[in-house]
Structures are given as structure tokens and as C-alpha cells.
């Protein structure tokens, strides 16, 4: 049995996991240069990108648009020839073993690519022979039921709903079984409703083994989802962190309080900690979160005798870290 296909749709045993690779995608110096002509000039896409995604992850990789995403997904799963360097898909290299590289990645693009006229067995069906995955190892019904759609496995896909559809498309990405599934904005356009229930299919296929390379643009959606994230701009991997550790690069912290009274100055037992007076009644106090000066600072609003009427924290998110980082300096 081979690597691929030990890895399939449920988590390897015991005894399989030491046979498995660490890393599930590796790249090291990749580069791509796409050629000028007359009328454009030459575009560098890639420079030299260093990139571990670890075995068993839900792993996000961020950047805002032209920063180099869909190039590199787009070499990963062999569409696009790289200028230079090396990337590995589950220990395979895609140059020297393409085959088995390409075997172990299934992708699902922002596009639907969905023949209305089939349903969704006969697509997954055909999508498996192209594969060439031999019809006594087909699993398409096993399939279907993973992402919610058995019930429909025979009506036209014309039929289906927007989120019926988009998890169509990544039980497309799952028919020969890869261990690497990677979604390239998988919810652009889809309402909240349709994008839960599809997170929720994906979390189950990350749980039963599967290696999640995800990208987006709702940075919340990462921020939830991710155990690690990659922020990739100007071609350049900018920071590759544990999602934790990424959201504690930024310190900052903010405390309001909003009371009943209207004052003009802030009262002098506040005065110490700095707060912002905003509004007559509300006053923002700003610190570092790594100092938590909080039971001190509620000790001083219990001193200035205010009448709190409401109190709410706010930390910097992953839109916060993005922006700072991404941000072209001037």
C-alpha cells in the first residue's frame, strides 16, 4: 500500500504514523519568474519562499491579492512550472516523482467547475477514473456521506445549493484520497450560514488526518480555523507562526469603561493609568497585555466611586497583525 494511500480518509493507526512524513508540504528557495514581453515586463512571483507545512495541520496561508498565493498553490499542484527551487508534496518531489507529488494533493479552486448535467456520483465517479483509482477502490458514496451530500448522490448538481455545491467540490478533491487537500478561498461569496457548514465538513476531514492548506481573505475565518498561519507578501513569506504566537506579536490591549456620570476631567485616582476621556463618559484605557495592570486599574475604578455602566476589553486580532505587516512602507 503506498504513502497515499495510507493516509486516505481516516487517521492512520499507530503503527502507520512512524512510516508517515513530518512535513506534508515542504518548499525550500522556490521561485517563480513569469517572462516579460513587449507590452509587460518580466513579474517575479515568487522569491526564494522556505515553507513546512506540518503533517496533520490546518494551515492558513495569507496575503492580500497579487502577493503570490495562487502561484504557489498553483506549482504545488502542477499547473504552474516553478523557476527555481524545490517543493515536496508528502515526501515526493514534484519534479523527480511527479506522479505520486500530484496523487497526493487534491485541490479545490475559488471557481466552480461543476457539470450541471451529472449528478454527484457520476462526477465523483469520473473525477476517480481520471485518477485512475480502479473502481473496486472507489469510495464515492463514503465519500459523499463525509461532506453531507449522500442523500443527493443521484439528483442533477444543477439542483444542489450554493454550499451543496461548494463541498461537491471538495469531495471532488477527495476521490483518490490524498493526503493534502488545499482550499483556495473556499467560501469567496458564500453567506455565513453555507460558510459554517462547510468549515464544519473540513474540521471533520482535518481531524480524521487530512492536511488542510487553506487560504482566504476573512481573516477572522483564519484566525478560528488555523493552527498555523503563513502571511505571504510581495512574494515573501513574512512570518510563519503558530496562530498564538502570531496573535501575541502584538501587545496592545484596550480597556473601556463607560459610566453613568458626565465628567469633564478624569478623576485623579484614574489619572495614573493614562485613559483617554471620550464622550463625557467613557474613558479608554490602553496598556500592553503582557503587563496586565487590570486588577490594579479596577481597583482605581472601585476608588473613584464612578457608576460603571458598562465594561468590555479589546485585544489586537489577526487583521491588526496582517495590516501591520503587509502595510508598504512609505
Not at 468549515?199 to 475565518?221: I, M, S
Not at 493609568?273 to 481597583?299: C, K
Request: aromatic share 4%; glycine share 6%.
Amino acid at each position: 500500500m503506498s504513502k497515499v494511500q495510507q493516509s486516505n480518509l481516516a487517521a492512520p493507526s499507530a503503527p502507520d504514523r512512524a512510516a508517515l512524513p513530518e512535513t506534508a508540504v515542504s518548499v525550500e528557495g522556490l521561485g517563480k519568474v513569469y517572462r516579460g514581453s513587449s507590452r509587460m515586463p518580466e513579474k517575479v512571483a515568487l522569491k526564494e519562499v522556505d515553507l513546512n507545512i506540518p503533517r496533520g495541520s490546518l494551515f492558513g496561508l495569507l496575503g492580500p491579492n497579487g502577493a503570490g498565493k495562487s502561484t504557489l498553490i498553483n506549482i504545488l499542484a502542477g499547473l504552474v512550472t516553478k523557476t527555481s527551487g524545490q517543493a515536496k508534496i508528502w515526501g515526493y518531489d514534484i519534479d523527480r516523482d511527479t506522479r505520486m507529488a500530484r496523487a497526493s494533493i487534491g485541490v479545490v479552486p475559488q471557481e466552480l467547475n461543476i457539470d450541471p448535467f451529472f449528478t454527484p456520483f457520476e462526477l465523483l465517479e469520473l473525477q476517480a477514473g481520471l485518477y485512475g483509482v480502479p473502481p473496486a477502490e472507489r469510495r464515492t458514496m463514503e465519500i459523499l456521506g463525509m461532506l453531507g451530500l449522500a442523500d443527493k448522490a443521484k439528483a442533477y448538481t444543477r439542483t444542489l445549493s450554493g454550499g451543496m455545491r461548494r463541498r461537491l467540490m471538495v469531495a471532488k478533491a477527495m476521490v483518490h484520497f490524498p493526503p493534502v487537500l488545499v482550499l483556495d478561498e473556499p467560501t469567496a461569496g458564500v453567506d455565513i450560514e453555507l460558510r459554517q457548514q462547510l468549515w464544519t465538513q473540513v474540521k471533520a476531514l482535518n481531524d480524521a488526518g487530512t492536511t488542510v492548506l487553506l487560504t482566504t481573505h476573512y481573516l477572522e475565518e483564519a484566525e478560528q480555523l488555523c493552527d498555523t498561519i503563513a502571511i505571504i507578501n510581495d512574494g515573501e513569506v513574512i512570518a510563519c507562526e503558530s496562530t498564538k504566537k502570531l496573535l501575541k506579536r502584538l501587545d496592545n490591549k484596550e480597556l473601556s469603561l463607560t459610566v453613568s456620570e458626565e465628567l469633564t476631567e478624569v478623576p485623579e485616582s484614574l489619572r495614573s493609568f493614562g485613559p483617554e476621556l471620550v464622550d463625557g463618559n467613557r474613558l479608554i484605557f490602553r496598556y500592553r497585555a503582557s503587563e496586565s495592570p487590570v486588577a490594579d486599574l479596577l481597583h482605581a475604578i472601585n476608588e473613584s466611586r464612578l457608576s460603571v455602566v458598562d465594561l468590555r476589553t479589546e485585544e489586537a486580532d489577526l487583521e491588526d497583525i496582517f495590516l501591520q505587516l503587509t502595510r508598504k512602507k512609505s
